[in-house]
């Protein structure tokens, strides 16, 4: 319970909404938009469900649902057994983020497409809902290796050959590509209407790419070319006005972005789904019947400028799609209470990314309006009025069978609003399909093992698909044809990458008189067991909270666990234990206020019946905020289950806690402090974010500062980080009676359009911060971005790169300070690397000291008796903020800033 894991990222629904109304031939979009009444206005916000906020006009039946006969093909919310529903976003297994998915019909997946050479494409264009029309600023790639630096490739280790999930686009890239902005008169905002438009002139345009505003193509055009065409619906004569805006050569951002749009493109020709940004073969899709889930196969791919040549990267990647609809949860929630159902179906439902599989559109859930049903009516933007139900047949030809289901209401983004769209999307839970996993469905081990079999890809079995994919790329005739009008081709093998394997590490026990080598596989549980700590604890008076029926259990455990204390160097006294009659927060929260009241001890420990959030929550503001007091929260169910082992890791957390420190490794002999910071977003506010930032204090990197501050999503992190380092940097010199001569910082938390801002702002200011705590003398600071999620996968002899492996040559950014380290082992699936990129550099230090000392951090996270994949400032910054932001949610008490109390 006290390792509760990491945050998860929040589902994104993806996709491109720009529908349109055959029917009316005026612009209408998926599940038919409404629009907040102006100021003004006599429209006047509906009741009830729309009381918190202005809501879209309409006719509501008055009716709740049951209250009226059914049609007889469709009794009301039929009761039926389904798999339950807490509301997760979309789960999307082997990548970086979630997205939704689902079919498109083909007249929904051509307004999706970009015209090229005449033709269909994808819409998509890599760049996400317009691409490169209008608002999207694409951000400039920044040099940030330093001029010092003589080269980045280090030289220690032993030197192997890998490969990696790359393949060489051989492109003739001396041609030049043109950029038109395509204009039309009489205005024409439909973008399947305009591409439609110009596809009349293919011949006299030639090979292009077009979508819908910006038209690219490797012919030169006239300046300023003016055509005519004739809208079929209305017969009117259209002018296309085509103006040269400028053009791309090698190197430019626009011109690799071009090379995306192209292979997306060939991505649609072999008949893949586009789900949100990437593809997946639904054709392929596994079913889960146990648990109604279907697994979609699909593929990430991205092409980029690296060393010496553009690489194409693909990843196989995997998206769970739950066969759920909303009106199966609501069945549910009925069938739990037919008083509250209410309420329960607003919490499973209010949150959750839905699919709706009639136009391939995912939509985030934002409110429940039980005032409305599938027949109230809304506006068309021509002014005529139609009911849900009429406009799902007529436009897309869906019946309806439940009169009285309520309403989902999805309220887009500023940005999507922005960009011209509505602002409140209705939809009907009938046809929307739930996606992604449940907590519950989570915490089910024997599904999350059903979707292991297919989603943990072996290295061998990983090539083999991206072969598979290879060759399906190079022998379709169509693509053939499209990368031949381009001059491109993708090579028929994997990259093959120099690379370094690092010598095993020696791990220090003892205050450093005892060592032990890492081994082979990174993992040194055996060691624990008869080796004294690095440095050890005394802990005599501690307090121990638990439920009366466990007191038996919970005796026997403390015996165990001061028995296996005992070896590793650390005394245990045996605690006081308290009974209470129940396990509420309430509880829990008054016994600990009674304790502190009348005593003082020195670590807190609380044995709980399951990991209920509301409780744990509860411990921890009151030990962490109100009372602060290292605390330890112990699920029930784990006194009995292989007691020994998991009594040792709870004797190391313990002693952790209280500052003592279970092993070191070895280090340069330097002042050196080093920092991790991470963000992780408040549930409840999703407006607010919580920043920690974590220090070493010591030389060993044993002990360390720590420091969290809330901000708003937008504002600035500069001043707050730099502000906690000057902190840090008072407790180190309070600790050691100096300053460290080297700092070395892993930020992590930074998106790809984020790079910019950090090295311009956060950067400098920890520079000015540093300059006037140090004043003339020099501090030598490194400042690293750590990227957890990538999609480059490395393959040593068709298996996983032993850990300690860096990748510095060949799949890196020629333009930065760049690596990859292979830190953990990994028994299942193909091993993650972690990518590093240095923006700023003055130690001085040569590429493979920074790396050297980068690996031996993975060795430091003292939850885990093994690597991990990020340092371990990075995780211990991580547990912190994610325990803030999820649990605590107020700045947690200076007293225990010192240890490591968040572990």
Known sequence: MSDRGRGKPMGRGRSDRRQYSQATGSQQVPGPYQQDPLPGSSQQPSASAWGRRPGPPSQSSGQTPYSRTQPAQSKAYPALKRVKSTGRAVERLGSRSDRGAGYASESEREKMEVDSAGGSGDGALALGRGALRGRRVIPPEIHTRPSHLVTKKGTTGQPVNLQANYFKLLATTDWCLYQYRVDF???????????????????????????????????????????????????????????????????????????????????????????????????????????????????????????????????????????????????????????????????????????????????????????????????????????????????????????????????????????????????????????????????????????????????????????????????????????????????????????????????LFAGGTRKASAGQFADWTRELQNKHMYNTIQLNNWVVICVNRMRREVERFIQILQEVAQPMGCRFATPRIWDIQDDRSNTYSDILERIMSSSNPELIYCVVSNNRADRYSAIKKKCVVDRPVPSQVFLAKNLSKNAKSVATKVAIQLACKLGGAPWSVELPPIKLMVVGFDVCHDPNDKSRDYGAMVASLDDPLTRYFSAVSAHTSGEELSNEFSVNLSKALHSYRNTNKCLPSHIVIYRDGVGEGQVAHVYEHEVEQIKSKLKSIYGETQVKMAFVIVTKRINTRFFYNSNNPPPGTIVDDVVTNPLRYDFFIVSQSVRQGTVSPCAYNVIADSTGWRADQLQRITYKLTHMYYNWSGTVRVPAPCQYAHKLAFLVSQFIRRPPSSQLQDLLYYL
């Not at 079929?232 to 430019?252: A, P």
């Not at 549910?332 to 990314?353: H, P």
């Open 185 to 507: 008169a009489p205005e024409e905002d439909r973008t399947i209407v305009r591409k439609g438009l110009l596809r009349l002139h293919k011949e006299s345009v030639g090979a292009y790419v077009f979508d819908g505003t910006v038209l690219y193509t490797s012919r030169r055009l006239p300046d300023k070319m003016e055509l005519w065409s004739v809208r079929q619906s209305d017969e009117q004569k259209i002018q296309i006005t085509i103006r040269l805006v400028g053009d791309m050569v090698k190197g430019d951002q626009h011109y690799l972005q071009f090379f995306n749009i192209i292979m997306r493109k060939c991505l649609g020709l072999l008949k893949l789904q586009l789900v949100g940004r990437d593809y997946f073969d639904a054709r392929s899709k596994v079913e889960i019947r146990d648990f109604r889930l279907e697994l979609w196969p699909g593929y990430a791919t991205s092409i980029r400028q690296h060393e010496d040549q553009i690489l194409l990267c693909a990843e196989i990647t995997h998206k769970v799609m739950r066969q759920q609809t909303l009106l199966d949860i609501l069945n549910d929630c009925y069938q739990e209470s037919t008083r509250d159902y209410k309420k329960i179906f607003q919490e499973r439902t209010i949150g959750l990314v839905v699919l709706t599989d009639y136009n391939n559109n995912t939509y985030r859930i934002t409110d429940i309006d039980f005032d409305t049903n599938p027949s109230s009516t809304f506006q068309l933007r021509n002014g005529e009025s139609v009911s849900y139900k009429d406009y799902y047949k007529n436009k897309y030809q869906i019946r309806i069978r439940n009169d009285s289901q309520p309403m989902l209401v999805s309220r887009l983004k500023p940005r999507e609003r922005r960009a011209g769209q509505t602002e409140i999307v209705y939809l009907v839970p009938e046809l929307c399909r739930a996606t992604g996993l449940t907590d519950s469905m989570r915490s089910d081990f024997h599904l999350m093992r059903a979707l292991g079999e297919h989603t943990r890809v072996a290295p061998k079995s990983r090539i083999d698909k991206l072969m598979v994919f290879n060759r399906r790329v190079r022998s379709e005739s169509a693509i053939v044809q499209e990368l031949g009008n381009w001059n491109l081709k993708l090579d028929d093998r994997l990259v093959d990458i120099p690379s370094r394997i690092l010598q095993q590490e020696a791990i």
